[in-house]
């Protein structure tokens, strides 16, 4: 039988984390790409047009590429984890805002298990499924404002709060013995995760607010969408 992750070894918070091997990366690799081809499949349906799914495919990659370039360029790296990126959730955000909810569910979820590769070490499966696909699957929340007024802000809090939901989760489920005595594990989860998911959402809905920034992001999203 495969085995997809290697014996647990100590890091330097004096906790027991798991690395994946070469087959489970690829394993996780694998089960991106058939995310992302599952969301661009779920919209050609609908589109009947292999030139839309051609068009999702790039667009949606070129947001992924560039949210992952921006989430290295950190403001801010807080010691247990999270970091203020240069605009790094906006771009996931915009798949949903072009291609819907389901696209953006399922891309954002793909995403999560590349920030994983990137840094493929976790706790416990759960642990790994909270911190990473949902939370940035969650992102992809976006979708469900696509086609409505303001809808690229309306979609980005949505998908900013579902991934604060999953951060706070997993702060006080997993690691809710960091809190200092006396600190309720939800106080200490709400507070230290709000630290650098807050900073960065209120500095890209101040740039998206911007009369001429939210001209240039419809007209990506008809250069997006149109067949």
């Given at each position: 039988?495969?085995?997809f992750?290697?014996s647990?070894?100590v890091n330097?918070?004096?906790?027991?984390?798991?690395q994946?091997?070469?087959t489970?990366?690829?394993?996780?690799i694998?089960?991106?790409?058939?995310?992302?081809?599952?969301?661009?499949?779920l919209?050609q349906?609908?589109a009947?047009s292999?030139?839309?799914?051609t068009k999702?495919?790039?667009?949606?990659?070129v947001?992924?590429?560039?949210?992952?370039?921006?989430?290295e360029?950190?403001?801010?790296?807080l010691?247990m984890?999270g970091?203020i990126?240069?605009?790094s959730?906006l771009?996931?955000?915009?798949?949903g805002y072009?291609?819907?909810?389901?696209?953006?569910l399922?891309?954002?979820?793909?995403y999560?298990?590349?920030q994983?590769?990137?840094?493929p070490?976790?706790y416990s499966?759960?642990q790994l499924l909270?911190?990473?696909p949902?939370?940035?699957?969650?992102l992809?929340?976006?979708?469900?404002?696509s086609?409505?007024k303001?809808?690229?802000?309306?979609?980005?809090?949505?998908?900013?709060i579902?991934?604060?939901?999953?951060?706070?989760?997993?702060g006080?489920?997993?690691?809710?013995?960091?809190?200092p005595?006396?600190?309720?594990a939800m106080?200490?989860?709400l507070?230290?995760?709000a630290?650098?998911i807050?900073p960065?959402?209120?500095?890209?809905?101040v740039?998206?607010?911007?009369p001429?920034?939210?001209?240039?992001m419809?007209?990506?999203k008809?250069?997006?969408t149109e067949?």
């Amino acid at each position: 039988m495969p085995k997809f992750f290697a014996s647990p070894t100590v890091n330097s918070w004096d906790e027991n984390v798991f690395q994946l091997t070469t087959t489970g990366i690829i394993t996780v690799i694998v089960l991106m790409v058939l995310l992302i081809l599952t969301a661009i499949l779920l919209r050609q349906k609908k589109a009947h047009s292999a030139k839309v799914a051609t068009k999702q495919l790039v667009f949606s990659g070129v947001a992924m590429a560039l949210a992952i370039v921006t989430s290295e360029i950190k403001f801010a790296r807080l010691p247990m984890g999270g970091s203020i990126t240069l605009f790094s959730m906006l771009f996931i955000v915009l798949i949903g805002y072009w291609y819907g909810a389901k696209a953006g569910l399922l891309t954002g979820f793909a995403y999560g298990l590349l920030q994983f590769v990137l840094d493929p070490v976790f706790y416990s499966p759960i642990q790994l499924l909270v911190d990473y696909p949902l939370a940035f699957g969650a992102l992809g929340l976006s979708g469900f404002f696509s086609g409505k007024k303001h809808g690229l802000l309306l979609g980005y809090i949505a998908g900013v709060i579902g991934r604060y939901f999953f951060a706070v989760l997993s702060g006080v489920v997993f690691f809710a013995h960091y809190a200092p005595d006396g600190t309720p594990a939800m106080i200490y989860s709400l507070t230290y995760n709000a630290t650098y998911i807050v900073p960065e959402a209120v500095v890209t809905l101040v740039l998206l607010a911007i009369p001429a920034v939210a001209k240039a992001m419809q007209r990506v999203k008809v250069m997006a969408t149109e067949a």
